[in-house]
């Protein structure tokens, strides 16, 4: 009996000693790996911001440090929860930059992220290439933004032009916009509102 049961064994503890060797073998890699991934993030949010900053800076004739400062300024008003919020999809966006706004170039159009403090609300705009010497009155009719803010929506009945009547309710939920095709926070189908310019 003594055979058998040896020869149940010894792979099992052979086994059991290789999980044990490589999973040591990980955790002393650990200190370093760590280490090493957050220089690498951080390297990364560095280029990819720099790149965002320095892109937005040369199509707003404005210099970099200003746009940090109005990117990262807290306004009044604005509770710390949102202001995180805000920052943090930000740094989402910019993550995704350099593969977004090469995108956007081939269709001719160049990509920013707004946020939109007062409505609770972020979003990102494609504007046509050829209308950043406008100002941002006339871009705005040209732009495609992708928003997720606060906005009223009429919950009344449908008249005839196809759009919902009052009474209104409060909502945050996400939209585009398009003035080009006369779309004002489809799908939720409202008309074209005059409405406070969003913050670079």
């Known amino acids: 009996m003594i055979l058998p049961l040896t020869a149940f064994t010894a792979p ?3 086994l059991f000693s290789s999980i044990v060797a490589t999973t040591t073998a990980h955790m002393n890699c650990l ?8 220089l690498a993030t951080a390297a990364y949010l560095t ?3 720099t790149a965002y900053l320095a892109r937005r800076s040369y199509l707003r004739k404005m210099s970099i440090q200003k746009l940090w400062q109005i990117r990262t300024t807290r306004e009044p008003g604005v509770t710390l929860q949102l202001y995180f919020i805000i920052i943090l999809a930000w740094q989402a966006f910019v993550l995704a ?6 995108i956007a170039m081939c ?6 992220f707004y946020s939109y403090p007062n409505a609770k609300g972020v979003g990102i705009i494609f504007e046509p290439a050829n209308v950043q010497h406008l100002k941002q009155s006339q871009r705005v009719k040209h732009q495609i933004r992708c928003d997720w803010h606060r ?6 009945g449908i008249g005839r032009d196809g759009y919902r009547h009052p009474p209104s309710v409060t909502k945050n939920l996400p939209h585009i916009d398009m003035p080009t095709r ?12 005059n409405e406070k310019e969003p913050k670079c």
């Open 97 to 102: 930059f350099p593969i977004v706004e090469p």
């Open 47 to 49: 280029a990819t911001n």
């Open 12 to 14: 099992t503890t052979s």
């Open 182 to 193: 006369n779309l004002k926070h489809w799908p939720w189908r409202r008309r074209w509102e």
């Open 31 to 38: 200190p370093t790996a760590l280490p090493t991934a957050a």
């Open 107 to 112: 269709l001719g159009k160049v990509s920013f």
């Open 151 to 156: 906005f009223n929506v009429n919950v009344g």
